[in-house]
């Protein structure tokens, strides 16, 4: 073993660290029989020889050792190895799109050789892997099929091999790993995608023989992503079948426990994070794949809803904690059927485990636009109370997520609780939202709580705190509010530009009741500091109507130099509709300028000329340019559209491409924890429907 090793000249070599004189160390410590020392090699090859995926001289220097251990029969171990040489392979990176952190071009041109011969030499010896199919080691075989596909250039004769071992394979991970493998395949080659399809039908419809539960979902699972049209009818209730086998199976939760030492390792601390989720699962083998399931369906929501709500109904609250988890993704990201699966996780607030209401509560929160059949549940939950005496950081608690979730639907049921807890406690960002949608009235029971604290609030100690507050106080709309916010705009220095601009905001709202404000404004608005000068504009002509001192001070600040004044003075013009058309001159000035007029900044100038001008004939083009720009202007543009009436036809067309996608607009694609704008896309959904509907449904 290692031949050749001690003649090449390491030290002249280099990893992440420096020199790579203790790279054959490594090496060999791959090679040894104690589990802790190869472990803390793996650990350093992965740390140093290849860094976050960087490949160096030594890399390439490593790739004929790392094969001769592959090859070394009985040598525990060589599953990871496997993994080690597909992450330096690289699986057909582009190096072009990489970033290299030197400009010096020969440092390039080194750095990019290496990433070619990292390649083209685990590829050139990758025919060795097909021999290992049959190894006594199941670690190896379930590291092999994937790295074959990857690596080998000759897919047919891949195809064959693992179709050949899939017939004779007993262990459950080997097998799952063949059938990803399979739809790998049919994946990366279109040619030969219908014979793995044939294969996969095979395991996950068996006439006779096996039937393993894993199998037949990984089958299913490759199916969605090489050949959804192959897919059965029973896709779905098969899925849940084999969840509910798993559960019930005896000893299928110790199926993923492996034996491993603790290291100092990154490794080991993975190891351990991961065992941490996992521990309360049973098979989570079967919740791993559901959840590939789900991605590989993509934008199938009738399929993925009722999946969705078959694991909502899971008997095992392991198995609904992960389902929990996809619920936000798939709620948030798709437009399906969503009723009964928030009514599912309205459900789980019943739980007598704290952590299961949190996770729901905490999804349903960002769900509020759609989360009514929670709310019962949510407010039934609240009616309780918390268990314990409140504390500063309530939101951390199951009652606290509830309460948010019950708070977030504008559910007037919240105020009593939000009344407690706010008295000393943690004040959330999203409160000033909440007041809205509960509306003035409902929430009138929370105004004696905020002005008392924020009568007694050290702005320069917590702004950001303040600055919450601000919103949450001019939200209710009482003339209350006015003296503390006075109070905060008119001491020198609080907080700096936050709370001086949330104040600013708040006035705004608070309108006509807060005129004695009227002489700082004026100050404030004539003040040469571009921070608060549309924010003072705004409060001048809410608070005391002085139109034509606010919109000098707007028309300054479309000339300013930071796009994000320009972009407030804009906010400003649309709240004022029609009193700023004197102002049109300027918006025109900057509509007519590319730089000016694109990404999501498109979105507010179209807004502002539409509200300033009311012209559908010179807004037209500017709103549809502007929902072409960027997704993030859509529901500001149809809300326009709705505004509009009839004469908004010519964006009929584009409203019912959008409404008959499945994602939800802002869903370019996303897995792991990605949580989508849902109360955004509901007002796009509800004003895309509105425009269609008065332009007589053409």
């Not at 490593?62 to 040489?85: K, S």
């Not at 044939?198 to 050949?227: F, S």
């Not at 509709?577 to 507010?604: F, I, K, Y």
């Not at 500001?636 to 491409?657: F, I, K």
Request: aromatic share 4%.
């Amino acid at each position: 073993m290692f031949t050749g090793i001690e003649g090449l000249d390491w030290a002249s070599m280099g990893h992440a660290y420096g020199d790579a004189s203790d790279v054959p160390g490594l090496l060999r410590g791959l090679a040894s029989a104690d589990a802790t020392e190869r472990e803390i090699a793996l650990d350093g090859m992965h740390g140093a020889v290849h860094h976050q995926g960087d490949v160096y001289d030594s890399t390439v220097a490593c790739i004929p050792f790392l094969f001769e251990l592959v090859r070394t029969a009985g040598l525990p171990g060589r599953g990871e190895i496997v993994e080690l040489l597909r992450s330096i392979d690289g699986d057909g990176r582009a190096v072009e799109e990489m970033y290299f952190e030197s400009d010096d071009e020969d440092e390039y041109a080194a750095w990019a050789r290496n990433l070619a011969r990292a390649e083209s030499d685990t590829r050139a010896r990758s025919g060795l892997l097909l021999d290992l199919l049959d190894d006594p080691d199941a670690g190896l075989r379930q590291q092999l099929p994937r790295a074959l596909v990857q690596l080998h250039d000759n897919r047919r004769a891949v195809l064959t091999a693992l179709r050949r071992r899939i017939t004779t394979e007993q262990d459950p991970r080997v097998l799952r790993a063949l059938a990803a493998a399979l739809g790998e395949l049919g994946v990366r080659d279109a040619e030969l995608a219908p014979q793995a399809a044939d294969a996969l039908t095979a395991l996950a419809l068996p006439d006779t023989g096996r039937t393993e539960p894993g199998l037949r979902l990984a089958a299913l699972v490759q199916l969605a992503r090489c050949a959804p049209g192959r897919l059965p009818e029973r896709t779905v209730e098969m899925a849940i079948g084999v969840m509910r086998e798993a559960r019930e199976a005896e000893g299928t939760a110790r199926e993923d426990r492996v034996s491993a030492p603790e290291t100092p390792t990154m490794i080991s601390y993975l190891r351990r994070l991961k065992t941490s989720h996992r521990g309360s699962v049973k098979a989570p083998w079967a919740t791993d794949l559901l959840k590939e399931l789900h991605y590989a369906l993509e934008d199938r929501v009738a399929e993925r809803f009722a999946l969705l709500e078959g694991q909502l109904r899971s008997p095992d609250w392991g198995q609904r904690r992960e389902a929990i988890d996809m619920s936000g993704l798939l709620l948030t990201g798709w437009r399906g059927p969503h009723e009964e699966p928030v009514r599912l996780l309205g459900e789980q607030l019943r739980e007598a485990e704290p952590r299961i209401v949190r996770w729901a509560a905490a999804e349903l929160e960002r769900l509020y636009a759609i989360g009514g059949p929670a709310a019962d549940s949510l407010a039934e939950r609240v009616a309780a109370g918390p268990g314990s005496p409140t504390q500063a950081q309530w939101n951390e608690t199951s009652y606290g997520a509830v309460l948010s979730a019950l708070a977030a639907q504008g559910d007037a049921r919240a105020v009593p609780g939000l009344a407690e807890v706010l008295r000393f406690g943690h004040v959330p960002e999203e409160l000033g939202g909440w007041i809205d949608r509960m509306g003035r009235e409902e929430a009138a029971a929370l105004l004696p709580v905020l002005v008392r604290r924020l009568f007694w609030i050290d702005p320069e100690d917590r702004p950001e705190r303040t600055g919450f507050l601000l919103e949450a106080v001019a939200a209710t709309g009482s003339a209350e509010a006015v003296a503390p916010v006075l109070r905060l705009l008119r001491t020198s220095g609080t907080g700096g530009t936050r709370v001086r601009g949330a104040a600013l905001r708040a006035l705004a709202r608070l309108g006509a009741t807060a005129q004695e404000a009227l002489p700082e404004l004026r100050e404030l608005v004539r003040d040469s500091d571009p921070h608060h000068r549309a924010d003072a504009a705004a409060a001048l002509w809410s608070v005391g109507g002085d139109t034509d001192v606010a919109l000098s001070a707007l028309s300054e600040s479309l000339k300013a130099d930071r796009w994000f004044h320009r972009h407030d003075a804009m906010r400003v013009i649309a709240r004022m509709g029609t009193e700023a058309a004197a102002l049109l001159p300027d918006l025109r000035r900057l509509q007519e300028s590319p730089e000016e007029n694109g990404g999501w900044v498109a979105g507010t100038l179209a807004v502002a000329l539409w509200q300033a001008g009311r012209d559908p004939e010179e807004s037209m083009p500017a709103l549809l340019h502007a929902w072409s720009e960027h997704r993030d202007n859509r529901p500001d543009v149809a809300e326009v559209w709705a505004q509009m009436g009839p004469v908004a036809a010519p964006a009929v067309p584009l409203l019912r491409q959008e409404l008959a996608a499945a994602r939800r607009y802002d869903n370019t694609g996303g897995t792991a924890r990605s949580r989508y704008r849902c109360a955004n896309d509901e007002q796009l959904l509800r004003h895309g429907r509105a425009v269609i509907e008065q332009c007589g449904g053409r």
